[in-house]
């Protein structure tokens, strides 16, 4: 049986809120697109998103019917995230978080991904990985 979209609403705040500790715990995330980069999706109102899935199993699964030559599961180290972060904003992208059969979790702006990131990490390992360091000072200057 298909989930009510108030089951799908429900299920999809959980994943969001899931996504940015277990991101921030692992140091790492995962998207979705080849070795030249990721491979942006576009929501429904034209806006484009980049999606991103806290493992590789989510990530994989989510695009197994729509595989072109060369995509793949991308990992994503936060300590390699940061650059990325200025080249979309300039990009004028968007944050696509945890999608599930086309659901996604939540949807960002690169500031409030970086901010939100930044806030699931506890008080207490803040200043002990660079990648923390570098969202933190970039998350002050994005537009």
Same mark, same amino acid.
């Given at each position: ?18 996504? !940015? ?6 140091? $790492?995330? !995962?998207?979705?697109g080849?070795?030249? *980069?990721?491979?942006p ?31 793949? %599961?991308?990992?994503r180290?936060?300590?390699?995230? *940061? ?13 696509? %978080?945890h ?11 690169? $500031?409030? !991904?970086?901010? $939100? ?22 998350? $002050?200057?994005?537009?």
């Amino acid at each position: 049986m298909p989930f009510s979209r108030l089951e799908r609403v429900a299920a999809n705040k959980v994943r969001d809120a899931a996504f !940015f500790p277990r991101v921030a715990e692992q140091g $790492r995330c !995962f998207t979705w697109g080849t070795d030249e *980069g990721i491979t942006p999706w576009e929501d429904r109102n034209g806006d484009t998103l980049l999606p991103f899935w806290p493992d590789e199993v989510s990530a994989s699964s989510e695009n197994q019917d729509d595989v072109e030559p060369g995509e793949k %599961v991308l990992e994503r180290p936060l300590d390699e995230l *940061g650059g990325s972060l200025r080249r979309w904003v300039d990009a004028d992208v968007g944050i696509a %978080v945890h999608p599930v059969d086309g659901n996604i979790a939540g949807t960002y702006s690169v $500031r409030e !991904f970086a901010t $939100r990131l930044l806030h699931a990490v506890p008080a207490d390992q803040r200043d002990s990985a660079q990648w923390v360091k570098d969202l933190a000072a970039l998350a $002050r200057v994005l537009p």
